[in-house]
């Protein structure tokens, strides 16, 4: 190995170093190292001519290192590497030591910062003498993107995606697109019809050039990693093609199975050939094959015998695609918390205690009542409703911890929705606080308190339970210390969001995390939101947290414009200073792939193997090992041992 | 207490992770927030990176006090790095002091990039700590005869 | 009560069959009473097999060792190997396992349980001997019963057994394939931790004069890494001298070698070998002593390794050896680890 000739540039940094280090003294110690082949000190390093300095010594001493003392890396790392490759030497062997922020600014004594000046400085030569030249590592990318959830989150970016002219995958659990935003009656603060809203970006999915949609599908496996998945869908058979289906109903009519309509929440009940709502895309009805009385052999055939279309198809069979994609984006929303954990609140079990979902279906011109607002029990119009905020929300001892964020909004929505309806009912609304950020949120619920003499009662509910064909409600109104008994004809519980089971399926498929409450980790709170921890998997609406439609619409754009930005390069350029494995030292213990962070490392034939695609360099992994057998390149063990031994001038 | 004690400048050897405490210490700079010149920084990725030989050997090799600084609980770059290192960190400190030791010599703490006066501050309580203690002499290095 | 014959019809039967290729086990030794470790491939020495209160070796260290010799040879064990293992010594097994060092089924467990008399130790025997020199030793119910010129000598194994298996939880092999001997977990002698309790009621002052004394007196021979099956690393991070060069070796490897320590065995490198080998055997020490028996300076060893594993068991709730499936302590965290510690 032929000596090392580094070249340590010293700057003055005008009087911001030079006042408090005495930088003659740290080059002249610099100098004394025996790898250091040159040295020089000027008063402002990253100036034009500063640089210019610094390559011309590089070419005329044949450096084939730098070390440049100045401010934080942060600052004017990459101008010096960019400099540095300039001069025609790798950037991965130009180092910054950083002796202002840390050293001249904050230490007034000349001789104790010089001191530590040249520690500091000595401590990085010492650490650039075993810097290997690096190159950055390109990874291929396959220009596609996969969004997994087809409701207003996965839309949204899947249109942007393919606006973009990517060309995107939108895979959806059930057999129409629309999730739960379709389900809504109206929207708010606005009241605007949903499906009005929806159903013009559903039909823009269907018709986009660039969007292929699969409904009635589901990812169940994912290998490969940023840039290269390789995805495998179960595409489930509807029975029906929905290019030849004309959606004329004569199917349903004949059907003589009955079973309950989850798409109506259970109010009512559908056939076993059913279309889930009129504004279903794909237009098509869909054949389920668990609830129809037998295909293999065909047991009734009435559907295809009326079928003057010839859509229906009982030779159709699931199939397994692969599809290759490089990002994707998760999108799978969320459910209510079951209600038989709310056992005071009914557990479910009550009759006429319904969820959100079920009262926006009664109040939907759509439903199962034609937008009558009437109790499941008698089918009478109830004149007393009781909504209870923050049931299961709020609750860190028995159910969750956190706050739901639109219950508050959705319940004044209800309050003033069914004050629509029936004009003479009463509604009273049990709250603890009211949550009402967003834009014109605040007024929308004033108005709902003030305009429609809706009864807003600060305080919670103990019980409720069936009585004479009501329910009684027991609650407390805590602004006037009063309890508060009433007897309801209807009760809406806002229960709490939780992460869709869809969710907790997909979260191992991907191996992406979920928080302490089970909804999808971001890769940081405040900063990036919509990026998981793995590379190249993007998270979009209440799959990551609870939000309302708006702050959707604006996260799917965001995971949108990650993906565009990724798909954007022909390759991905990501750091060289990764893991790497010593095969010599590895006896496949297998404690680093647990302790890695990105589960970039797995054990092959015995020996770890690092993810060159999603290893981050972090280091736990060589902290880890008992036997220095993985390190971080140009962070090894033995550069940190030297740069402890220069720290204590050893 | 003696001249000689009084002259003397305990020597510590701090190990920051990039993202947070080196950042906090560059805040601590930006600032100009003065502290005393006694701790030598080196970076590192994560504090999940430090192995437990680390501080083994800047005490082996003299240093009278180490300091490991990360990112708070939660905050961590690399999502889980700290949490290893608050294991590891625990298990070196206890053993540290298990052997007689003094355990205000080894010290651990979260700085954040938003955090340069505590970053000044911990430096400073730990230099105010350490010199009664003394120059470290039970792990240091002597060889020969 | 163990009956020995049954443990040898085991080795005898698996080797006839070729089950196994060899069995690890106890047989007598040449030296009065103590038993030696046995490596049998002859079905017929199957009846060498001994089991009595001098088994204290570790037999999962040969487990290593026949690994390593494989895989010198470049070859693939054709059939699994069986060792006779103590409750202790299974889970070491345990751990070997997790850290994949060799296949479950690749070993045969023979379990023996000490059924809560544990193995003697040899230094509290002496004085009890009062010179006498024992040519055996047996099991016999709560007691030893040891053979000299002059007679029987019975003991209650209390007063004669090792320190560790006073304090032991768990004198039964969890994990095995086959099993002799009453299950005794429970049996409560002394408090897990009692030497350590004892120990660390002392002050700092005491505890490092107590300390200083011993690391000064190490002479670096290694026994204690030599004789823990969990030091099986081909190259031990704190000595370059057991350094393998395989065809996988480069020249960069062996010039980034990291010097930890000098290798003179002089109080501050002694330290920082006993205190990195206590710290890469935390959560992976399951206490079966054999270093601190094999140390010929007599340095408490198993008090550096004891203070791991209380941590670990106090502050993060973990368990040596407990499941092959299971994480290990430095790799893995909880939400409730401690950190009041961190300022």
Redesign the interface.
Known sequence: ?SKKRTGVFVCHCGTNIAATVDVARVAKEMAGENTVAFTQEYVYMCSEPGQESVVQAIKDNKLDSVVVTCC?P?LHEKTFRDNAQRAGINNFTCEIA?I????S?????KA??T??AI??SR?VVRRVN?NKPMDAIAVNVTRKAMVIGGGIAGIQAALDIGNAGIEVILVEKQATIGGRMLQLSETFPTLDCAQCVMSPKMVEVKRHPKVKLMTYSEVQEVTGSVGNFRVKVHKRSTYVDPDKCKICDHCTVVCPVVVPNEYEHNLTQRRAIYIPYAQAIPASFTLDEDACLGLNPVVCGKCKDVCEAGAIDYDMRSQTVTEDVGAIVVATGFDLYDQANMPEMGGGKVEDVLDGFQFERLCSASGATHGHILRPSDHKEPKDVVFIQCVGSRDPAKHCAYCSKICCMYTAKHARLYKKHVPDGRAYVFYIDIRSGGKGYEEFVQRTMEDDDTLYLRGRVSKLYRKNGKVRVLGTDTLTGQNVEIDADMVVLALAMVPSKGTVEIAKILKI?RD?DGFLAE???KLRPVES?TGGIYLAGAAQAPKDIPETVAQAGAAAAKVIALLSQSTLSRSPLIAKV????C??????V??C??TAIR?DN?KALVNEALC?????C???C???AID?KN????Q??E???A??A? | MSEQQQDYEPRIVAFLCKWCSSAGSDLAGVSRIQYPANATPITVPCTGAISPMYILSAFNKGADGVLVSGCHIGDCHYIEGNFLARRKMHLIMQLIEFIGVEPNRFRMSWVSAAEGAKFAQVITDFVNDLKPLGPQEKLKKVVGL | MINLQDIRDTARDMLTKGEVRAVVGYRRGSRGMLAEPAFITDPAQADDLVWDPTCFHNLSLYLVEDRKFLTHLRKTANAPIAIVAKGCDARSIVVLLQEHYFKREDVYIIGVSCEGTGVVDERKLAPRLNGAHATSAAFDGDDFVFTTAEGEKRLSAREVMADRCLECRNPFPKEHNAVFGEDKTGRQLAEPFAALTKFEAQGSGERWDFWSHHFDRCIRCFACRSVCPMCYCDECVVDSITFPVTAETTAEDKANRIRWIERSAVRSENITYLMTRAMHLAGRCTDCGECERACPVNVPIRLLNNKMERQAREKFGFEPGASIGGPSLVASFLDSDPGDFIR
């Open positions: 190995m934080s942060n950083n202002r922020e840390q050293c600014w904050v230490h007034n004594d104790k910062g001191e530590k520690k500091i401590s075993r995390g302490k890769a940081h709170p921890v010593r095969r010599s030292h006896t496949g213990c297998g404690m680093c647990e302790a962070p990105f054990l015995g981050e360099g972090c280091g736990s060589s902290a880890t008992l036997r220095a971080v962070v090894t063990q033995l940190i041992h740069m402890i031994e720290c204590l050893v």
